[in-house]
């Protein structure tokens, strides 16, 4: 990524601000759950592209203290809004900026020991993810898309739209 670390994390902290104006004056809004999560994803990936080891290092305690498990070599853009982070799966994939994700979302390649870029989703900006979703494989979901609770994305999903169901289906676009 080309942004700055503390220019990344100031810009998930603005969005997190911005959607729950109440936080605008609480003073410790970086330290709720949700801003660990991203802060400390934000963190191990910078410190990841020049110390992978310790990148894994800080990727755990992310796990550990706040259940939301971010691979730290996914590609996430500015402004990442984690609802809750409690069950949040998130691989080795592309996320454009302002993407929303609400608790116990799965976005990750099909499986297997090794990473393989040819079977990962891309997530443009914009996107929104509801609660349980599962998005698996080499697909696109585009900008501004919407994938309902519950749903499992397998296909791509065009930008605009709005993918529910089991397998999700395209409902609006």
């Not at 592309?94 to 099909?110: F, H, K, P, S």
Request: net charge positive; aromatic share 4%; glycine share 14%.
């Amino acid at each position: 990524m080309k942004d700055s670390l503390v220019a990344l994390i100031r810009s998930d902290i603005e969005e997190r601000v911005g959607r729950q104006p109440a936080l605008r004056d609480w003073l410790g809004h970086p330290f709720t759950l949700t801003g660990q999560a991203t802060i400390l994803f934000r963190v191990s990936n910078a410190v990841g592209q020049r110390l992978p080891v310790l990148g894994s290092v800080i990727q755990r305690m992310n796990v550990h203290l706040t259940r939301a498990h971010i691979n730290w070599r996914a590609e996430i853009g500015p402004g990442l809004l984690l609802f809750h982070p409690n069950n949040v799966t998130i691989g080795h994939v592309v996320i454009g900026a302002r993407a929303r994700i609400q608790q116990d979302v799965v976005i990750g390649g099909t499986g297997g020991v090794r990473y393989d870029a040819d079977n990962v989703p891309t997530l443009g900006a914009g996107v929104f993810v509801g609660a349980g979703a599962r998005v698996f494989g080499k697909l696109v979901v585009g900008d501004g898309a919407r994938i309902g609770a519950n749903a499992v994305v397998t296909r791509d999903v065009p930008a605009g739209a709005t993918a529910v169901g089991v397998p999700a289906r395209i409902i609006q676009k």
